[in-house]
């Protein structure tokens, strides 16, 4: 009798432990059901066509005055159109000048389709400026000149070829705002010693592999890039006429320009910001041969005009922890 009330006893300490052991486990799956829920929750927006909740954030968090955007185009007005179209609905949008160097004025046309897509997108109480900046002589260094009108402390300077999405460029401005006085864009390079010339300081320009292998960048390219619009007056009346003289002739390397520019007045490293880019036009010269030996001949050519290596590299990634899993 005894014998039998202690197998009892046992028996019933065995099914209690059971018990709590299957509690802990569907416990733990409910937890995981309950997370995976939330988690296709938060991304749920995107799917039924409410208003992304980062976008949210940042329409209601913008000043009254966000940037410009400084568009250089040549002879392509179908991309042109689509790109103003995008970033016209850009929340942080301001002003947009396009940087027009071809030897006829914009025709009409052109002219009063931009003028009803910014009409479109200026509401609110938001006003778009949109002009036209007529250079009369093609010259690379035009992209970078002074705008004495500009309604915005900094610009957005993008090739007519690529695009971003607005969330990617918005995110890029607030980061700019914690650092004005450096470069922030997205399409990062870097430069290096050329240690087979030895001591003579000659350098090296490597393009995204180089970048993507050592984790390391010291310039991000003006083709998509905000910076102040001092840089304008700098670049256009203080930095080494050479350099532009070089620009012109050889029609490449204004954006190594303007990152040594930027590094020699800030003495800080640019920002390279994660972003999506949408390529809509023809490859550039950055397809042709030699490209990179000629950039590198460029970066030797500006540290012998400054006088001193300015550019300081960096491992720093902006990206927008909201739209990653792990981080």
């Not at 998509?224 to 070089?246: G, Q, V």
């Not at 990152?259 to 490859?283: D, Q, R, Y």
Request: charged letters at 25%; a positive charge.
């Amino acid at each position: 009798m005894m014998r039998k009330s202690v197998l009892n006893r046992r028996t019933w300490r065995h099914a209690a432990i059971s018990a709590v052991g299957s509690a802990q486990v569907k416990l733990l799956l409910l937890c995981c059901i309950v997370f995976v829920l939330l988690a296709l929750a938060g991304r749920t927006t995107t799917f039924i066509g409410w208003k992304n909740g980062s976008d949210a954030l940042y329409e209601s968090s913008f000043p009254k005055k966000g940037y410009a955007l400084l568009i250089n185009t040549w002879k392509r007005n179908d991309l042109l159109k689509k790109s103003i179209s995008h970033y016209a609905s850009c929340p942080g949008l301001q002003s947009i000048r396009i940087v027009w160097s071809e030897p006829d004025p914009p025709s009409d046309s052109i002219v009063e389709y931009l003028n009803r897509v910014v009409q479109l997108h200026s509401k609110d109480g938001r006003e778009i400026e949109l002009k036209f900046d007529i250079n009369k002589e093609d010259s690379l260094n035009n992209r970078f000149k002074e705008i004495k009108d500009l309604q915005t402390d900094v610009v957005f300077s993008i090739d007519d070829d690529i695009i971003f999405p607005c969330s990617s460029v918005e995110l890029a401005f607030s980061v700019w705002r914690s650092a004005p006085d450096t470069m922030v864009g997205f399409v990062p390079r870097v430069h290096w010693v050329d240690k087979s010339k030895g001591d003579q300081g000659k350098f090296i320009y490597g393009g995204w592999w180089s970048v993507w292998w050592t984790g390391t960048y010291s310039m991000v390219l003006s083709k998509a890039a905000l910076f102040h619009k001092k840089y304008l007056n700098l670049y256009t009346y203080e930095m080494p006429a050479s350099i532009r003289e070089y620009v012109t002739k050889n029609r490449n390397c204004e954006d190594i320009a303007m990152s040594f520019l930027v590094a020699n007045a800030s003495g800080a490293p640019p920002i390279w910001v994660k972003g999506k880019i949408f390529e809509i036009g023809s490859t550039g010269i950055s397809s042709l041969g030699g490209h990179s030996e000629k950039r590198t001949e460029c970066v030797n050519r500006f540290v012998a005009e400054f006088g001193r290596m300015p550019l300081v590299s960096t491992t720093v990634k902006a990206v927008d922890s909201r739209n990653n899993w792990f981080w």
